[in-house]
């Protein structure tokens, strides 16, 4: 059974660092498309981070030079490393993938850019207060 459990949420003040884990369970590594996404209240969901099977990465102009995604592979963990939080990036954050196959390139953008992934995490709560 496939799983992703995120930890690593929790309250910092602005200009703080918090790094978030998402750990696959069920597969046999976690090179596929996955990807961070974030929905604050009375927000829509929007996408953060993402890095597809080649390990290439994009991210969402708001977090862009301020959060890192980035993976180990031997532990099937997929991490987004913030720095700079600011109030608004306060949300719940959540990761995702397909990990039904190898996408790369355009075919992961696209499944990132509409959040067609198929297996989710629970979330985790980050907070940044000013």
């Known amino acids: 059974q496939v799983q992703l459990v995120e930890s690593g949420g929790g309250s910092v003040q602005a200009g703080g660092s918090l790094r978030l884990s998402c750990t696959v369970s069920?597969?046999?590594?976690?090179?596929?498309?996955m990807g961070w996404f974030r929905q604050a209240p009375g927000k829509e969901r929007e996408w953060v981070a993402g890095?597809?099977?080649?390990?290439?990465?994009t991210y969402a102009n708001s977090v862009k030079g301020r959060f890192t995604i980035s993976r180990d592979n031997a532990e099937n963990t997929l991490y987004l490393q913030m720095n700079s939080l600011q109030p608004e990036d306060t949300a719940m954050y959540s990761c995702?993938?397909?990990?039904?196959?190898?996408?790369?390139?355009?075919?992961?953008?696209?499944?990132?850019?509409?959040?067609?992934?198929?297996?989710w995490g629970q979330g985790t709560q980050v907070t940044v207060s000013s």
């Open positions: 995702a993938g397909d990990l039904r196959a190898a996408w790369f390139g355009t075919t992961c953008s696209n499944k990132l850019r509409t959040a067609s992934l198929g297996y």
């Open positions: 069920g597969v046999t590594d976690s090179r596929y498309c």
């Open positions: 890095i597809d099977s080649v390990d290439y990465t």
